[in-house]
Each structure stands twice: as C-alpha cells, then as structure tokens.
C-alpha cells in the first residue's frame, strides 16, 4: 500500500530564513507527487505537483521541491520565508492504477514563522 | 473560473441526526472526490466519482454514509444517523482526469453533539 511520511509535526523559522519540509513516501513505481498548503480559514491549495522528467519543480509562492527516487523523498523548500507562509503543509501522493485515483496524504506539517 | 465550492462552510448537529453536504466541482471536471480529517489524523481519502458513476468508495467508513452525484454534477455526501466520530472537515475535490491535480473545496467542518 502506498504511505507518505512527514516526520516533522510542527516547524518554527525566523522570517527571512530558509525553509525545507520533509517527505518521504512508500511506492514501488514513481508515483505523482504534490504539496498543498492550508492556510488557516482556507481550503487545500496547490504548491506544486511533480509527474515525471525534471526532478526539480518549481511551484507557487516561491516553493521548489526535488524529487529523489533514490531515497523516495519529495521535500518542499523555499529560500526565504515570508511571514505569510505560516500554514499548514500536506505532502501526498497518488499511485498507479491498483491504488485507484485517490490522494494519499501525509500527516501534514505545521509552519510557524517568527519574527 | 470558479473553484469546487462546498457548503455548509460549517454544520454543528445532535447525534442521531441527519446531515447533508453538497460540493460543487469545477466546470468539465468529470473526477470528483470526497476526503475527510478527523481531528489529530491525516486526511483520508472516502470516495471518488468519474461523472455520475462511484469509481472507487473504499474509504467510506460505513453505510450510514451516502454519497450521491446528480447528472454528473454536484455530489452530495448525506451521514445519518450522525454519530460522535464523524465530526471532522470534510473536503470535497475535483479533477479533469487521473493524472491531473485534484483541486479542493474549502471544506465543511461537522460538529457531532
């Protein structure tokens, strides 16, 4: 069955620092890889979305993540963050055809940003 | 372009009683989805729809839950009897064909009483 793990619960940075969310997911083949952010009050937004060819994909907001099939990662990073980034993250995956065509999530990772 | 809507944006209900939430998709998206986040856990997946037909409901929890879809439309997701443990967020999303990024509602949020 596929799983994705984001080991980090809660990560707190200052404003203006850099910023890296982990991931890591349990697949046989390449899945389809994306983050969506939920910022407090609002729905589930898409950040980026990785389905095949460059492992380095450029999303929204200033958010990149890299695909490592080696260590079946996907971490979402961004050089420099906004106060305005504080939200809640959600790494999910979609499998192949056997697992249907639904989302797999992670556990979500919560973003506090300091001032 | 419209995003997927949902309503109610919030239902606050007794247990035992019935509850109706609707979800909107976007325009020519024939892929919609309902997923749920109970409160502390992940976001799980209940059932997925390709027009008017259920493609996949394996993660619908029990048959007290009814997942309808008009015409290939709006979908509605009905709990009765409600019980405790369904009050959660309940998302509903929608896509143009597998493969394509699932586009989410804002949720409704169901308290159980």
């Known amino acids: 069955a596929q799983s994705v793990t984001q080991p980090d619960i809660h990560i707190t940075v200052s404003e203006g620092a850099s910023l890296e969310l982990r991931c890591n997911y349990s697949?046989?083949?390449?899945?389809?890889l994306f983050w969506y952010v939920q910022s407090p009050g609002q729905g589930l937004q898409l950040l980026l979305k990785?389905?095949?060819?460059?492992?380095l994909v450029q999303g929204i907001k200033g958010f990149e993540a890299e695909f490592k099939r080696s260590q079946s990662s996907f971490n979402l990073r961004k050089p420099s963050v906004h106060w305005s980034d504080a939200a809640e993250y959600f790494c999910a995956v979609v499998g192949g055809m056997e697992y249907g065509n639904k989302l797999v999530f992670g556990a979500g990772t919560i973003l506090r940003v300091k001032s | 372009e419209a995003g997927v809507t949902q309503f109610p944006s919030h239902s606050v209900i007794e247990k035992g009683q019935t509850v109706t939430l609707r979800c909107d998709p976007i325009s020519g998206h024939d892929n919609l989805y309902w997923y749920r986040r109970v409160m502390g856990k992940e976001i799980k997946f209940l059932l997925h729809?390709?027009?008017?037909?259920?493609?996949?409901e394996s993660g619908m929890p029990n048959n007290r839950f009814l997942a309808e879809r008009t015409g290939g439309t709006y979908s509605t997701l009905k709990v009765q009897p409600a019980e405790l443990e369904d009050s959660g967020v309940y998302f509903c999303?929608?896509?143009?064909?597998?493969?394509?990024?699932?586009?989410f509602g804002p949720g409704t949020r169901l308290t159980v009483l």
């Open positions: 990785y389905f095949s060819g460059d492992t």
């Open positions: 697949y046989g083949a390449t899945p389809y």
């Open positions: 999303a929608s896509s143009q064909e597998r493969g394509t990024p699932q586009f």
């Open positions: 729809f390709v027009k008017e037909s259920k493609q996949d």
